[in-house]
């Protein structure tokens, strides 16, 4: 039974796994488009969010809070039709276990994270083992849990953050893609699609979800570590020519391995550089968590890139690089 067929009967069952600003939006405009919604959470949030709802900052005044079901306990919140996992794609293999009680054989799960997701080689054309990522899925611990051949892409371009806890503040942008990577899950994906077109963002539907995640990567693969390694907002490192040219040649082998596995990012490396120069002197998302204290998503962002190199025999030796000063950096910080 596929999600619109559940949807005829009952509205769908839809758990949003992290509290944070993207999860959070999502948790709102499925919950207005008619799903009943929960979100697993914890700490101030959890009691922010049973308190006032998910309360979104539009301009000087948030709106009215949009009331989900909120838990810290996936057990207690039962098996839902649909999980979306809104979590750091680093610190996913440690609670991928917990989830378990949510996942029952028709779930279907959706991946609204940075970097490659823990489905992507499932099913992948070009590899001679479609066994999981260790730099995502270390062990296989993630898809023991969520099974990538139920699994649902979700591209984010927007900006948002976390004002306090339950109340997220829009920035800039409002689209997703949204896709199934497996023709058995095409059903649901359109209806997800759907579902968050009615609750306020603008989506595209696809049916090329590998292609719309790994073009995003491409813009971020780079330029998120050498900020953390520089403490250089997008624009410093693109205006320096040595800086630049090492962007272009992480890019250059990214694309090496994208070409082997048929993949396209739709543009040239000095296109996809000219769209970051439009966005102008913003520091990226791990260069903010870097200055914060968090932990840093080296795995999914980069990680992936060597570990798919060695797999295809396709050198990376910028790559491997700048991975290596990336983990000394944060491990010499206690990230």
């Not at 098996?79 to 750091?88: E, N, R, S, T, W």
């Given at each position: ?12 069952r ?7 600003a ?18 697993l ?20 005044a ?6 989900v ?23 996913l ?19 609204a994270?940075?970097g ?5 080689l ?21 898809s ?12 984010v ?16 942008g ?15 994906a359109?209806?997800?699609a ?10 595209d539907?696809t049916?090329r ?6 073009a995003?990567?491409?813009?971020n693969?780079?330029?998120?570590p ?12 693109l205006?320096?020519p ?34 970051t ?19 840093l ?11 798919l ?12 690089a ?12 206690g990230?």
């Amino acid at each position: 039974m596929n999600v619109e067929d559940r949807d005829n009967a009952r509205p769908p069952r839809t758990c949003i796994v992290g509290a944070g600003a993207i999860g959070a939006l999502i948790a709102a405009a499925l919950a207005r488009a008619g799903h009943t919604v929960s979100v697993l959470a914890r700490g101030h949030t959890l009691a922010a969010i049973r308190t006032h709802g998910i309360r979104i900052l539009m301009g000087d005044a948030p709106t009215s809070g949009v009331r989900v079901q909120a838990s810290d306990d996936a057990a207690a919140l039962g098996v839902q039709d649909i999980v979306v996992i809104a979590l750091k794609g680093h610190v996913l293999p440690e609670a991928a276990d917990s989830l378990r009680p949510m996942i029952g054989p028709d779930t279907v799960v959706v991946s609204a994270m940075n970097g490659l997701p823990w489905w992507f080689l499932n099913g992948l054309d070009g590899l001679t083992s479609d066994g999981p990522l260790e730099a995502v899925d270390p062990g296989g611990r993630v898809s023991a849990v969520l099974p990538a051949e139920r699994a649902i892409g979700c591209v984010v371009h927007l900006s948002s953050a976390i004002v306090e806890p339950g109340v997220v503040k829009r920035g800039r942008g409002n689209r997703l893609i949204v896709g199934a990577a497996r023709t058995e899950c095409a059903e649901p994906a359109r209806a997800l699609a759907h579902a968050l077109a009615q609750g306020g963002f603008e989506v595209d539907a696809t049916d090329r979800i590998r292609d719309d995640i790994w073009a995003k990567l491409w813009g971020n693969m780079n330029m998120n570590p050498l900020s953390a390694l520089t403490g250089s907002t997008a624009d410093r490192l693109l205006d320096d020519p040595f800086t630049h040219a090492l962007v272009l040649r992480m890019m250059e082998e990214a694309d090496a391995i994208g070409r082997r596995l048929g993949l396209s990012t739709g543009m040239s490396a000095p296109q996809r550089l000219a769209v970051t120069r439009e966005l102008g002197a913003f520091k990226t998302s791990m260069l903010q968590d870097f200055e914060a204290g968090r932990s840093l998503e080296i795995g999914p962002i980069l990680g992936v890139f060597p570990e798919l190199g060695r797999k295809l025999d396709v050198p990376t030796p910028f790559c491997d690089a700048v991975l290596g000063l990336l983990r000394q950096r944060a491990a010499a910080s206690g990230l």
